[in-house]
């Protein structure tokens, strides 16, 4: 999105007095005369702020943004970014006045009738209903052959009306069928389908170019005409013909559509030739050749199926005659070429559809009416009296014999044995000759666009490598010149193969395909009852979308069960590729409105279950603030969540006027960095006067539900001692709030190693360890932060590496489990140990006991946490664990700044006032109430430093303070203690007294 720049001078107080000129572009061109004293930004509803185009030779009007809107029009400050913005400045904003640019000229966009109806019809009436109509009515007879038409026409049909509805729902572009599915389903399927037709459609010019040369070397057999033999000639003259149909397409649009017009007027007149010839009496040498005109016996006779060979069936049948109806998405491929696709698509498509059917059950009646199966095409085989009695066929009872070649199976005419049926039954044979050329031109030439425009949307996507070249338009019409050679060559390819009835079972499978995810799409797009999906055509029923899916998927397989196999191997080959690629696009398809309802539904199944301790999940809400300032907070909790719970990171903004604008630019570049060190978190942020609130704000407010966290985890504040005394308490504050929301908390020290680079203050919360400047070192003791122009951009922060982000070998993580928290101590570091960067590492837990009772009391553990089935077996007793440490009054003396002056007039307990001025004080009374703990926490310290040196992670059950009984420096010191001077990452964990661990199976 191009953003305007902040310091182009633009000023609110522009705006105070009255309606300026340039707020026309607000006003999208509505009056403002001078008389109109209304000042105010809010514009009125206009094209402009909901198109995403750029209009030719006026610039783009824009909507104000609610930051302009609602701030104060005193403040003289430029405006943060709009929330929408243009390819260039307000008209008023700029200080030079542009010169109009010439608009560019306009592309040939073609009406529903010449672009979408005509098209359809012609990609319709194929070579299947010249060549194979007559053939497949004699197979499948005439009852079974109308079935045959309404079945495809039931799949064409609903895909129809499932085409209608998705592109209906929106502005549609070129791209055709790739573009309704990829918007509606996603880039998943919509990629490997775009491919799939893209291919069936280029396999589609072959089809019907063998067609027309089948049909021009039958005319040179006739006349004695050979090149080189059948074969060969078809592939010979299919070649050409694709040659020249490429150099038309080559030449444009506009005169691909004037061919377009004159195959189809030549068809209509083949067709009224053939009706009129089925009308006349039947001469001898039509007769000889099956043709009786309309008698009520033929038709009887040529009613019932006489299946044939071995593709005598009735799937295989309709595996020859489908692929003619499934011309019905022509005109949607050339959608970018349409004046209104809107309107077009679907009334083109479905009047295509209706009239196509039709025809081709007037035709196929009319043929099996008039023709019988077999005949001979002699004269001399007329019925005489001596052979009258033996005569065999239907042929006999209107006095002809062709009992020898229905006996021998060499009869070559008939509609079972010549497939120039209807050509032998015109009033003018050439005329349907003419229309065979114009039916299998023109479809092929439909095929030859189609495919080009299908793959030129698809490259420009650029969802696979490779293929971006074939994505170039050239031209006023940016025709894909570079897609027209492809398609070529894929066409010749198939020509060579020179076989009709191969061919068209291959692309059946293709396009029953992508018949399966139209209506699937439209399914989909429906039943998720996503607020965008209001198509304007309403004559689609979502469930008989669905009936018509699963139909092409059933049928995909009764054809040709390899085919089938083969296509939805490469559709599962291509969408494995583009789940595991996840291309940068957003088209809003159902599959995230589905996702989202998903979603929904079971977070709200979830609040109707009990909780329980064998479902509990280490929920965590990291203090990261900006997460790229502290890269060990989340790679630890990363690698503890992963593909396994919930991870939010938190960040409170301490500014206490913060644009929207710049908090949605800071939160995306925030997210895009998360994204990039493939880590699968959530990112919160929350504007507050101070940070303990802010905290407080997330610790209530994140998640959804059941999905909630449930651990608190932040860095150790290790400049406390520094910092001024408020912030220290201000950081206890925060701990003691998540104890008293019962979370889990945890702390983490980095050690000697520093952890992650200094940001910008305005990216800082004081309290955190691994930031930037404190707020004592800022000089702004308030915590109060001014934003940088660096926030106003989405782009994120460089990735650095972490101690949790490495391969950690063969060490150890060492539990000092010395309170029990409910488990949480021990469940931690073993879900550390199941990702691989920590699977070599060994469990070691160490726990307190007496010299007396040492192995008795590791037994005891042993046994307990071999019960929760956590792999660990090294368990370790501290015996001395309540020995006097060495270092109490060093630790004493480190405490200096925050001691209180001794008051001689109360002995016991110290000023209440100053305690409540000062809650970190610290007195001789708390040293002396403490003393047990503190000795205890500088004890650890020591056994840690003994036992741990080498370890790779140390996790230590964190005390917990009491309320009014330890001051919060002392609290923030024994934490201190505990970590002090130890080279490996220490955590600091405390569980919230629930049991987190069980050995019950109920």
């Given at each position: 999105m191009e953003v305007q720049d902040i310091n182009d001078g633009v000023r609110l107080s522009d705006y105070r007095t009255s309606v300026p000129p340039s707020l026309s572009d607000y006003y999208g061109g509505h009056d403002a005369s001078p008389g109109y004293q209304y000042a105010t930004l809010d514009a009125p509803p206009n094209y402009d702020f909901y198109a995403n185009t750029q209009i030719s030779g006026r610039k783009r009007r824009i909507r104000p943004s609610l930051y302009?809107?609602?701030?104060?029009?005193?403040?003289?400050?430029?405006?943060?970014?709009?929330?929408?913005?243009?390819?260039?400045?307000?008209?008023?904003?700029?200080?030079?006045?542009?010169?109009?640019?010439?608009?560019?000229?306009?592309p040939i966009r073609f009406g529903w009738v010449q672009g979408v109806m005509i098209r359809c019809m012609l990609n319709i009436w194929g070579v299947i209903l010249y060549l194979r109509l007559?053939?497949?009515?004699?197979?499948?007879?005439?009852?079974?052959?109308?079935v045959i038409v309404l079945l495809s026409s039931c799949i064409t049909g609903i895909t129809g009306l499932s085409t209608s509805a998705i592109a209906t729902n929106g502005k549609v572009k070129g791209g055709g069928t790739y573009f309704l599915i990829s918007r509606s389903l996603g880039p998943e399927l919509g990629g490997s389908i775009g491919l799939i037709f893209a291919f069936a459609n280029a396999v589609a010019v072959a089809m019907h170019t063998v067609g027309f040369a089948e049909t021009v070397t039958d005319l040179m057999h006739e006349n004695g005409s050979v090149m080189v033999n059948p074969i060969n000639d078809i592939r010979i003259i299919g070649v050409i013909t694709a040659t020249c149909l490429l150099g038309i397409s080559l030449a444009g649009m506009a005169w691909e559509s004037k061919a377009q017009i004159i195959f189809f007027l030549v068809i209509l007149v083949s067709f009224a030739s053939y009706v009129v010839g089925t009308l006349l009496p039947a001469s001898p040498h039509k007769q000889a050749k099956g043709f009786f005109s309309y008698q009520a016996d033929i038709f009887a006779a040529n009613f019932v199926p006489s299946w044939?060979?071995?593709?005598?069936?009735?799937?295989?049948?309709?595996?020859?005659?489908?692929?003619?109806?499934?011309?019905?998405?022509?005109?949607?491929?050339?959608?970018?070429?349409?004046?209104?696709?809107?309107?077009?698509?679907?009334?083109?498509?479905?009047?295509?559809?209706?009239?196509?059917?039709?025809?081709?059950?007037?035709?196929?009646?009319?043929?099996?009416?008039?023709?019988?199966?077999?005949?001979?095409?002699l004269l001399n085989d007329t019925l005489s009296s001596s052979s009258a009695r033996n005569c065999v066929g239907l042929a006999c009872r209107h006095g002809w014999d062709f009992t020898d070649c229905i006996d021998n199976n060499t009869c070559a005419f008939g509609i079972s044995n010549y497939y120039q049926s209807m050509s032998m039954v015109s009033a003018f044979s050439p005329l349907i000759t003419?229309?065979?050329?114009?039916?299998?031109?023109?479809?092929?030439?439909?095929?030859?666009?189609?495919?080009?425009?299908?793959?030129?949307?698809?490259?420009?996507?650029?969802?696979?490598?490779?293929?971006?070249?074939?994505?170039?338009?050239?031209?006023?019409?940016?025709?894909?010149?570079?897609?027209?050679?492809?398609?070529?060559?894929?066409?010749?390819?198939?020509i060579l193969i020179a076989e009709l009835n191969t061919i068209a079972p291959i692309i059946s499978n293709f396009f029953l395909c992508s018949y399966c995810l139209i209506n699937f799409s439209c399914f989909h797009a429906s039943i998720t009852n996503s607020p965008g999906w209001r198509p304007s055509f309403r004559f689609y029923n979502k469930w008989l979308s669905l009936l018509c899916a699963?139909?092409?998927?059933?049928?995909?397989?009764?054809?040709?069960?390899?085919?089938?196999?083969?296509?939805?191997?490469?559709?599962?080959?291509?969408?494995?590729?583009?789940?595991?690629?996840?291309?940068?696009?957003?088209?809003?398809?159902?599959?995230?409105?589905?996702?989202?309802?998903?979603?929904?539904?079971?977070?709200?199944?979830?609040?109707?279950?009990?909780?329980?301790?064998?479902?509990?999940?280490?929920?965590?809400?990291?203090?990261?603030?900006?997460?790229?300032?502290?890269?060990?907070?989340?790679?630890?909790?990363?690698?503890?969540?992963?593909?396994?719970?919930?991870?939010?990171?938190?960040?409170?903004?301490?500014?206490?006027?913060?644009?929207?604008?710049?908090?949605?630019?800071?939160?995306?570049?925030?997210?895009?960095?998360?994204?990039?060190?493939?880590?699968?978190?959530?990112?919160?942020?929350?504007?507050?006067?101070?940070?303990?609130?802010?905290?407080?704000m997330l610790l209530q407010g994140a998640g959804l539900g059941r999905i909630r966290p449930n651990v608190l985890l932040m860095g150790f504040k290790a400049d406390w001692r520094r910092d001024w005394p408020q912030a220290a308490h201000t950081y206890v504050g925060i701990l003691q709030d998540a104890f008293d929301l019962q979370y889990g908390v945890c702390v983490l020290r980095m050690g000697e190693r520093p952890d992650g680079p200094h940001l910008y203050p305005s990216h800082v919360n004081a309290g955190f360890d691994g930031g930037a400047e404190s707020v004592k070192s800022t000089g702004n003791p308030s915590g109060v932060h001014s934003i940088t122009t660096s926030t106003m951009k989405a782009e994120p922060a460089p990735q650095v590496s972490s101690a949790f982000g490495k391969k950690q070998g063969e060490k150890t993580i060492d539990v000092y489990?010395?309170?029990?928290?409910?488990?949480?101590?021990?469940?931690?570091?073993?879900?550390?140990?199941?990702?691989?960067?920590?699977?070599?590492?060994?469990?070691?837990?160490?726990?307190?006991?007496?010299?007396?009772?040492?192995?008795?009391?590791?037994?005891?553990?042993?046994?307990?946490?071999?019960?929760?089935?956590?792999?660990?077996?090294?368990?370790?007793?501290?015996?001395?664990?309540h020995q006097k440490p060495q270092n109490l009054h060093q630790f004493e003396n480190t405490l200096s700044s925050f001691r209180q002056d001794p008051n001689p007039k109360?002995?016991?307990?110290?000023?209440?006032?100053?305690?409540?001025?000062?809650?970190?004080?610290?007195?001789?009374?708390?040293?002396?109430?403490?003393?047990?703990?503190?000795?205890?926490?500088?004890?650890?310290?020591?056994?840690?430093?003994?036992?741990?040196?080498?370890?790779?992670?140390?996790?230590?059950?964190?005390?917990?303070?009491?309320?009014?009984?330890c001051p919060s420096a002392l609290y923030l010191a024994w934490l201190e203690a505990l970590s002090h001077d130890l080279r490996p990452p220490v955590l600091l964990v405390r569980g919230n007294q629930e049991n987190v661990l069980t050995f019950y199976c109920q």
């Open positions: 302009q809107l609602h701030a104060n029009q005193e403040d003289n400050s430029a405006p943060p970014l709009y929330e929408e913005t243009t390819a260039g400045h307000m008209e008023g904003d700029s200080s030079e006045d542009e010169e109009q640019k010439e608009p560019p000229v306009e007559p053939w497949i009515t004699a197979q499948a007879g005439i009852g079974l052959t109308w044939r060979g071995s593709e005598g069936s009735f799937f295989g049948m309709f595996s020859i005659f489908f692929p003619s109806a499934t011309g019905i998405l022509a005109g949607a491929n050339i959608s970018g070429d349409l004046k209104d696709p809107t309107v077009a698509i679907p009334r083109g498509t479905l009047m295509a559809i209706l009239w196509t059917t039709l025809s081709y059950i007037i035709i196929s009646a009319t043929i099996g009416s008039c023709v019988v199966r077999d005949a001979s095409g003419a229309g065979i050329f114009g039916a299998t031109l023109s479809s092929a030439l439909a095929c030859l666009v189609s495919a080009p425009k299908v793959f030129q949307c698809l490259c420009q996507d650029h969802l696979y490598p490779l293929i971006g070249f074939f994505g170039k338009g050239y031209g006023k019409n940016q025709e894909p010149l570079p897609g027209y050679l492809l398609t070529y060559v894929i066409a010749v390819c198939f699963v139909c092409c998927l059933v049928i995909m397989f009764l054809l040709t069960w390899w085919a089938a196999l083969i296509a939805f191997g490469v559709v599962l080959l291509l969408l494995g590729y583009t789940l595991y690629k996840k291309p940068a696009v957003n088209w809003g398809s159902s599959v995230q409105a589905g996702s989202y309802s998903f979603a929904l539904s079971q977070s709200l199944a979830l609040n109707q279950v009990e909780e329980h301790v064998k479902n509990y999940r280490p929920q965590f809400l990291v203090l990261t603030g900006p997460p790229s300032s502290r890269p060990a907070l989340v790679d630890l909790v990363s690698a503890l969540t992963k593909d396994l719970s919930l991870m939010m990171c938190g960040h409170v903004l301490t500014q206490k006027h913060l644009p929207p604008p710049q908090q949605r630019a800071s939160s995306d570049g925030h997210i895009l960095w998360l994204k990039q060190r493939k880590v699968k978190s959530f990112y919160k942020h929350v504007l507050s006067a101070d940070l303990r609130s802010g905290v407080n489990w010395l309170s029990d928290d409910g488990g949480l101590t021990l469940l931690l570091p073993y879900l550390l140990t199941r990702r691989r960067r920590w699977a070599k590492c060994k469990l070691r837990v160490f726990v307190g006991g007496d010299n007396s009772n040492k192995e008795e009391r590791r037994e005891e553990v042993s046994r307990l946490i071999k019960k929760f089935r956590l792999g660990i077996h090294d368990v370790q007793v501290l015996p001395d664990l109360q002995e016991c307990h110290s000023d209440p006032s100053t305690t409540q001025e000062e809650p970190w004080g610290i007195t001789d009374q708390d040293l002396e109430r403490n003393s047990v703990k503190t000795s205890r926490q500088l004890r650890v310290n020591e056994l840690v430093q003994d036992y741990s040196r080498e370890a790779a992670l140390v996790v230590i059950t964190m005390p917990v303070r009491r309320k009014g009984a």
